[in-house]
Structures are given as C-alpha cells and as structure tokens.
C-alpha cells in the first residue's frame, strides 16, 4: 500500500507526529474515559503539548497555517485512537474559525493566539432544543439595549461547552426573519445570565462533553457580536462548510481503527482448524471495508483541499465528503464487529466503541439526511 503521494512534507511531518502522539498518549486512554464518561484531561493534555491545536491559525495569530488538509490528517490520526478526544480538537476550529473568518481584528487579537496554543478552548452552539436540521428556525433571542444585547433562550447539543472559554452562539434578532436575523455573538463563561445545563449521557464520543447553553437576560456588549445583524447563517454555514470534510475525517480515522481490529483478529482468530482470515467470506468483507475507507479518505482530502486551494462553493463536496466517510464509518465499524463475533459485542474489545462512535459521525455537524438535502440542491439548482 502506498502513501498518499501529494500530501507535502509538511504535512507528511504533521501527520506522523498526530499519529504518535495518538498511538502513544492518546490511545491507551480512550477506552478508560469512554467508560467513565470522564473529560479526557490526559489526552487533551497530548494535543497541546504537541501544538496541534494552531494548525488552522495563521501565523499572524500565533498558529502554525497548516490549512485544512493538515486538520483532516490530524483529526483522523486523532480520531484513530480516540473518537471523543477527536471531537474535541475538531472544536477548537468549530467554535474559532467563526472569528478567523468574520471577526473583528480586536476580536481576532483577543482570541486566536490563545486557541491557537490551546489555553483557551472553542464552542460553536447552534442547535437547540427545537431546532436541529432546521438551523434557520432557532428561537434564541437577542434584543439590542444601547451598547448591549440582551439573549434570551436556550441552546442544545454544545460540544464542549461546559469547557470553553469562548461559545460563538448563534441566536435571532427576529424570528420572523429566520435565516436572516441570525446573528452571531462570541460568548464567556461567567457573563451574567449565561449558564451551562444539562449533560447529555450519550452512546457514543462519552469522554465529549455535550451540554445545554441557558441564556436569562444574558447582557452582551455589542464588541462580542461577530460580523453584523443578521450575518450569522452565512457564518454558520461557511465554518461548516470547513468543518464538515475535519468530521468526514475523524470518521475515516474511526473506519480505519475498525479495519486495522478486523485484519489484525481475522489473522490471529482460528475456527475450523485455521485463521478466519484464509476464509474467503472474510477476506471478501475486510476488501469491502479497506475501499470504503480508501472511498472516504480521498473524498475529504478532496472537499479540503478545495478549502486550501480557496475555491469558494465547496458545499457541495463538504457535504459529499462527510456523508459518505460517516456512512462508511458506521458499515465498516459494523462488519468489524461482525467480524469479531461475540467477541466484538464485549466491550473487553474496542470494536463495539469504534460502532458506537460512528453513529455520531452520521448525525452531527448536520445528519446525513442534511447533507443529501445539500447535494440535492446543488444538484437541481
Ligand atoms: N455558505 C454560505 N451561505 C449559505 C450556505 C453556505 N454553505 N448555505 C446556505 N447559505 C445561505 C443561502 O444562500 C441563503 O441565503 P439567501 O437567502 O441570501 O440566498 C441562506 O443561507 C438560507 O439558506 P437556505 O434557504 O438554504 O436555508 P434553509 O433553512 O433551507 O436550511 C440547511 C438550509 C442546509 C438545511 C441548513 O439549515 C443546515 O445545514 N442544517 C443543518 C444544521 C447543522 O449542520 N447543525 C449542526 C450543528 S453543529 C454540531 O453538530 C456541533 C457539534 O457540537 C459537533
């Protein structure tokens, strides 16, 4: 098998490095945190010892500028070993790519340097509790006072929000306006009338915390609104729009965990007086999962390498990308398990994690439903 061939040497380096500090820090805790539903403090603490957090951040803001194919090296290697801790780094970018593309150069000064070392960590908080594929539909509000806002309402589903230093949340100057009157605004901990509620007990990414955002009279000084009045869809969609190939990627890197499992039992496992590997039906399924892995790996190397390239309009292949490697996920972290038998239903082994950790991958960032809605359009214009 040969290596991807246009990946540069900086990336080459980037990925080998993610992939150590996966194998070696990251890996031999996530079984440990997915069972104790614990923050996972340890591996956190491997990515920022390793710098990796800066990759999206220029130079300017202290980051390193490895682009978006850097992200999806990185966030598969992470995901490889770890798909909760991959969440998390994946994140980072979620909730900072916001600022980087819409802030203010005050509001990039305040932040980027400190997330592009890691010290201060992201959210992005868009769903709520009655608004989930219908993003347009949130019901948040956000009433301008003078030289502040006032938010009203509650959000759901916010990766890391009980942890961030800085939520970009989006929420509605008028409801009646829906897509129109979202408008994004860069939220702390500790801002009086913003508190963090209820922890999700999830099945799967369990050491990724996943909280409810309360919002009674939050007053917001208009400095912390990103962009204007109701450019908060577009600023929703954009960071999507990077962020959906980074998720196609740590579902690739939990397809590829799940295939390594499978190849690496199939040859030990020994029924009939042989290897369940030298069984054709077996050989037949690990080819089968090795293309679908292969299929999604080159599609969001693809969507981010558009990205890199600044090709604007990459919806298209954004949504393609993290469609089809979570799908890819899900079938082959499923025949994996299949593959180990009983075994594979046990939780001595990390399959039944890998399968429970791609269901995820197909809902959010937008379900897999959305995401053909989105190549739908692009298709019937
Ligand atoms: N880039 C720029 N602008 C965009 C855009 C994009 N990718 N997609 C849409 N827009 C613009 C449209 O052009 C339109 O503007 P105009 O009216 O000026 O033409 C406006 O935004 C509204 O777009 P639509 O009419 O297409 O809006 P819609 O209500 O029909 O919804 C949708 C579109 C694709 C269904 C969208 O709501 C969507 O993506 N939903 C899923 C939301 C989602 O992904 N949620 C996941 C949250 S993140 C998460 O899961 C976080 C976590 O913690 C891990």
């Given at each position: 098998m040969n290596d991807l061939f246009y990946l540069t040497d900086e990336q080459r380096m980037i990925r080998d490095l993610a992939r150590k500090v996966a194998r070696e820090r990251i890996a031999p805790h996530a079984a440990h945190y997915d069972e104790t539903e614990q923050y996972p403090e340890e591996s956190i603490r491997a990515i920022l010892d390793s710098g990796l957090?800066?990759?999206?951040?220029?130079e300017a803001h202290g980051?390193?500028?490895?682009?978006c194919l850097a992200l999806a090296l990185v966030a598969e290697e992470i995901a490889w070993a770890c798909a909760a801790t991959a969440t998390q780094f994946v994140d980072q970018p979620l909730g900072g790519l916001p600022i980087l593309l819409f802030g203010s150069e005050a509001q990039k000064q305040k932040y980027l340097p400190r997330l592009a070392t890691g010290e201060l960590l992201a959210a992005y908080s868009l769903s709520e509790p009655g608004a989930g594929s219908d993003a347009a539909g949130l019901r948040t509000t956000a009433v301008r006072q003078g030289d502040r806002y006032v938010l009203n309402g509650a959000k759901q589903w916010c990766t890391n929000g009980d942890h961030a230093g800085v939520i970009c949340v989006f929420a509605t100057i008028d409801p009646s306006k829906r897509a129109k009157g979202i408008t994004a605004f860069l939220i702390e901990p500790g801002m009086p009338g913003f508190s963090v509620g209820k922890k999700e007990k999830k099945m799967?990414?369990?050491?990724s915390p996943t909280v409810a955002l309360h919002f009674e009279d939050c007053e917001v000084p208009?400095?912390?609104?990103?962009?204007?009045?109701?450019d908060g869809f577009t600023i929703a969609m954009r960071t999507l729009d990077i962020t959906r190939p980074a998720t196609g990627a740590m579902a690739v890197g939990i397809g590829q965990a799940a295939l390594d499992a499978a190849v690496g039992y199939a040859k030990e496992r020994q029924q009939f007086g042989q290897p369940i590997a030298t069984f054709q039906g077996i050989q037949f399924m690990l080819a089968d999962m090795a293309m679908q892995v292969h299929a999604a790996r080159l599609m969001v190397h693809h969507a981010a390498r558009q990205v890199d390239e600044g090709i604007r309009g990459n919806t298209y292949e954004a949504s393609m990308a993290k469609c089809w490697a979570s799908d890819a996920a899900m079938k082959v972290a499923t025949d994996a398990v299949q593959i180990f038998g009983g075994y594979g239903?046990?939780?001595?082994?990390?399959v039944e994690r890998f399968m429970r950790d791609a269901k995820i991958m197909q809902i959010y960032e937008g379900t897999n439903q959305i995401q053909r809605l989105v190549i739908a359009r692009e298709l019937l214009g």
């Open positions: 957090y800066g990759i999206w951040v220029p980051g390193s500028d490895m682009g799967g990414i369990r050491a208009v400095e912390q609104r990103l962009g204007d009045e109701g239903y046990t939780r001595e082994f990390p």
